[in-house]
């Protein structure tokens, strides 16, 4: 199937994308100043604590017309869909009422409690830029500038610390949110979910300490490590508690291996000892939970209990530098390997890793480091005329050197690595299979075409993004607002990217690491994968673990590019019904879709339905609704009640992809298109404490679909 340019204009468009991003970067550029300048400001002036109660009342103001005018619709935030950091465009965005929530700015650093509030629509650009010159930064900063807060807490967000924090979710300590009803609430938690470490020269040995019950007390309070001993050494009950840990962090340190203090009341004492610098040390003590039911479902629930309009996170003092060590792999399992046992036993603060391909890779081990060392070099990665980050990774992986390097990256540089290159999304070089027919040309248009492509190298977006030569003289610019890429999107190259291209990251534990990656090898062959291990705790909310710890270590193995595999099977294709099916919300999907609904793409008969360039006839009369549709009895899954794709029967990668991820009770991050039929996602995600949830807020269900209703293929184009 191949997609047809109208006219000459088109196929530049289309297929030399590049084009029009030129004109795009100084666009972007100017609004970049712009809002740097005016963050500043406001932050300094201190005026957004004023502001913020008065945009909340806006907030419940515009919830209180949606009574008066009768509930008509349902309701989600006026945030347009372009500006949203993902690929897809929520389509529910035109029917439902729009609650317009211009919350943008941070509202207080706190440096004797360590957090930071924030409104929802402040960047992690944003945030870390202010935080620098304050010597903090997030304890979890995802890396592309322009994720917001609301979209981290609602969605989720993950990054090379999590192997020690977790997921974004787990920094956050407080919510703030406008209800269905109007009203506004508060909700936290009692307790820090990070364990803390001790790590001491010349081997390390750690000191986990689980949850300590301190004396109730009426607020949160966090304090550096003098403040704390302070305060603490005049309690009888912690001079206890000190001596045990004295004793055991000797005797751990003396036989050189980890001693575990389970100490199980319940508020957490949170600690991080570098070799020879202390460079986290919180202690918290409690107060009751406020609201914790809804506390631990906001996360994932993409706004359908509420509106957020304000979040407490969890700050950690910040150095000027990563020291960042690269650790090459000639094998999977070696990788693996390497790469768990790291993760696991946290002597670094950032771990990362990329595969180049199914036997060779980079782990990158990280840590805060005040000055540059000796034993490495400095790497400004976000200097304008530096490689992109991902192709100097590779660079060392190519030099096959048995020792690792050691580098030295500015913390901020480093926490948005990926951000000038959006990951490798920027290069895409080629089109598989090729994209479109390419339009008569005449002499003119065809030397045009043949000028462009050489430039383009086959690429897309910025293919020559990397070239020093643009480096050094437009570098600056990039990368493009990823807004203003989305804005200026054609249908077209949406319908490409549907067709040959996967975004998608899949949340596995650690112990399936190696056959996951086997399996989305011979599904998708996209490289580079991106690995990045994660703490989930075994925590209420939509991420149930299955584990009697307190935590599982889990990776996210992202896959974002063209797939090379021989088994491949698009989403959308001549042979496969399924998005079809899933776009006029026919049937559910696989086998059933072929035994209960009979129906061809078959041009020329009944309706039509439009899907960019391609337009599909389906034959009349076939099509049932969901609850219609019944399915054949020995389809069905026992467990799910669905029906499970069978490979080789024209089953869609990522349809099989997803079942695999359900069957090895992973997650699928939301922000990636999910084909689960909404059984599916409810094994895959825990809606108990969800459900009950919802059902306790007054007027939620009226005002809110279920995540499912938010994320789902067919509310998304
Ligand atoms: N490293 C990482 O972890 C990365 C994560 N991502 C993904 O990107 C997405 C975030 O993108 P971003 O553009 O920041 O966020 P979005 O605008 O895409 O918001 C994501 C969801 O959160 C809801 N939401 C956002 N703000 C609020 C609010 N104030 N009140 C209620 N609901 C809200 C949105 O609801 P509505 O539709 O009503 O607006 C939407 O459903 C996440 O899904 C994340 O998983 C992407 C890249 C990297
Ligand atoms: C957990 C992690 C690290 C996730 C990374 C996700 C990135 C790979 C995603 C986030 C936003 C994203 C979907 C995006 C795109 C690629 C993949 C991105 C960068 C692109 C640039 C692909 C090309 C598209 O035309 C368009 C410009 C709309 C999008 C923009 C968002």
């Known amino acids: 199937m191949k997609v047809k340019a109208e006219n000459f204009a088109e196929h530049i468009l289309v297929h030399y994308r590049w084009v029009v991003v030129m004109f795009l970067l100084p666009v972007a550029a100017v609004w970049k100043v712009y809002s740097i300048i005016r963050n500043y400001v406001i932050f300094k002036l201190n005026s957004a604590a004023k502001q913020h109660d008065k945009k909340v009342r806006d907030v419940q103001k515009q919830i209180k017309d949606w009574h008066a005018a009768g509930?008509?619709?349902?309701?989600?935030?006026?945030?347009?869909?372009?500006?949203?950091?993902?690929?897809?465009?929520?389509?529910?965005?035109?029917?439902?009422?729009?609650?317009?929530?211009?919350?943008?700015?941070?509202?207080?650093?706190?440096?004797?409690?360590?957090?930071?509030?924030?409104?929802?629509l402040v960047t992690m650009g944003q945030l870390s830029r202010t935080l620098k010159p304050l010597g903090l930064a997030l304890a979890v900063v995802p890396e592309l500038d322009e994720l917001t807060v609301g979209g981290m807490v609602m969605g989720t967000g993950v990054e090379s610390s999590s192997h020690i924090y977790g997921l974004f979710q787990h920094i956050c300590l407080e919510y703030e949110l406008v209800l269905a009803d109007g009203s506004v609430v508060k909700c936290s938690k009692h307790h820090l979910e990070f364990a803390g470490y001790l790590y001491f020269p010349p081997t390390?040995?750690?000191?986990?300490?689980?949850?300590?019950?301190?004396?109730?007390?009426?607020?949160?309070?966090?304090?550096?490590?003098?403040?704390?001993?302070?305060?603490?050494?005049?309690?009888?009950?912690?001079?206890?508690?000190?001596?045990?840990?004295?004793?055991?962090?000797?005797?751990?340190?003396?036989?050189?291996?980890?001693?575990?203090?389970?100490?199980?009341?319940?508020?957490p004492i949170c600690s991080t000892f570098d070799s020879d610098r202390v460079y986290a040390f919180d202690v918290k003590s409690s107060h009751d939970d406020e609201n914790a039911d809804l506390f631990y479902s906001v996360p994932w629930s993409h706004g359908t209990l509420g509106f957020l309009t304000s979040v407490v996170m969890k700050v950690v003092p910040a150095k000027k530098y990563v020291r960042l060590e690269y650790h090459t792999h000639f094998s999977l399992s070696a990788l693996v390997k390497h790469f768990t046992r790291e993760s696991i036993n946290q002597k670094h603060q950032f771990i990362e890793g990329f595969l180049f391909s199914i036997d060779s890779g980079v782990?990158?081990?990280?840590?805060?480091?005040?000055?540059?060392?000796?034993?490495?070099?400095?790497?400004?990665?976000?200097?304008?005329?530096?490689?992109?980050?991902?192709?100097?990774?590779?660079?060392?992986?190519?030099?096959?050197?048995?020792?690792?390097?050691?580098?030295?990256?500015?913390?901020?540089?480093?926490?948005?690595?990926?951000?000038?290159?959006?990951?490798?999304?920027?290069?895409?070089?080629?089109?598989?299979?090729?994209?479109?027919?390419?339009?008569?040309?005449?002499?003119?248009?065809?030397?045009?075409?043949?000028?462009?492509?050489?430039?383009?190298?086959?690429?897309?977006?910025?293919?020559?993004?990397?070239h020093p030569l643009f480096r050094h003289t437009l570098g600056w610019l990039m990368p493009p607002e990823v807004s203003l890429l989305k804005l200026t999107q054609f249908e077209a190259i949406t319908?490409?990217?549907?067709?040959?291209?996967?975004?998608?990251?899949?949340?596995?534990?650690?112990?399936?690491?190696?056959?996951?990656?086997?399996?989305?090898?011979?599904?998708?062959?996209?490289?580079?994968?991106?690995?990045?291990?994660?703490?989930?705790?075994?925590?209420?909310?939509l991420l149930k673990v299955d584990t009697s710890k307190d935590w599982e270590m889990f990776v996210d193995i992202g896959v974002y590019g063209i797939p090379k595999a021989e088994a491949y099977q698009t989403n959308l294709g001549g042979r496969d019904l399924f998005a079809l099916f899933t776009r006029v919300g026919a049937a559910p999907r696989g086998r059933a879709a072929r035994s209960v609904v009979i129906c061809l793409p078959v041009q020329g008969v009944g309706p039509r339905i439009s899907s960019g360039k391609i337009n599909f006839k389906l034959s009349l009369g076939l099509l049932a609704k969901p609850g219609q549709c019944r399915l054949r009895h020995r389809d069905i899954l026992p467990e799910t009640g669905t029906v499970q794709p069978k490979p080789g029967?024209?089953?869609?990668?990522?349809?099989?992809?997803?079942?695999?991820?359900?069957?090895?009770?992973?997650?699928?991050?939301?922000?990636?298109?999910?084909?689960?039929?909404?059984?599916?996602?409810?094994?895959?995600?825990?809606?108990?404490?969800?459900?009950?949830?919802r059902k306790s807020l007054p007027y939620c269900d009226e005002a809110f679909p279920e995540v499912y209703g938010k994320i789902n293929r067919s509310v998304r184009k």
């Open 495 to 541: 319908t490409l990217y549907e067709r040959c291209h996967v975004i998608q990251d899949m949340l596995l534990s650690v112990d399936k690491m190696e056959e996951a990656i086997q399996f989305f090898h011979r599904e998708f062959q996209v490289y580079p994968v991106w690995l990045c291990p994660f703490k989930l705790y075994n925590r209420p909310g």
């Open 71 to 120: 509930r008509e619709s349902k309701l989600c935030t006026a945030r347009p869909a372009w500006q949203a950091m993902s690929f897809r465009q929520a389509i529910y965005k035109k029917s439902f009422t729009n609650i317009k929530i211009n919350l943008v700015d941070i509202l207080d650093v706190d440096k004797e409690k360590m957090t930071v509030r924030c409104e929802p």
């Open 363 to 466: 782990v990158m081990l990280g840590d805060m480091a005040d000055e540059v060392g000796q034993d490495g070099k400095l790497n400004s990665i976000g200097d304008s005329s530096a490689e992109w980050f991902f192709k100097q990774v590779e660079k060392h992986m190519k030099k096959k050197l048995d020792k690792p390097v050691v580098e030295y990256i500015p913390l901020r540089e480093y926490y948005h690595r990926h951000t000038k290159s959006l990951v490798w999304e920027l290069e895409r070089v080629g089109w598989f299979p090729p994209p479109m027919d390419t339009p008569n040309l005449n002499r003119i248009t065809s030397a045009l075409d043949n000028l462009l492509d050489t430039i383009s190298d086959g690429g897309n977006i910025v293919p020559f993004g990397n």
């Open 649 to 693: 029967r024209m089953v869609p990668s990522m349809r099989r992809v997803e079942d695999y991820v359900i069957k090895n009770k992973g997650f699928q991050m939301l922000h990636a298109d999910t084909y689960m039929s909404q059984d599916e996602f409810r094994i895959m995600f825990d809606h108990t404490l969800y459900d009950k949830v």
């Open 204 to 267: 390390y040995s750690k000191v986990i300490v689980g949850s300590l019950k301190w004396p109730q007390r009426t607020d949160y309070r966090y304090t550096s490590f003098r403040l704390w001993l302070r305060q603490w050494t005049q309690n009888k009950f912690l001079h206890l508690v000190y001596g045990l840990l004295a004793f055991t962090t000797i005797i751990s340190t003396a036989m050189q291996f980890s001693v575990l203090v389970p100490i199980l009341l319940s508020t």
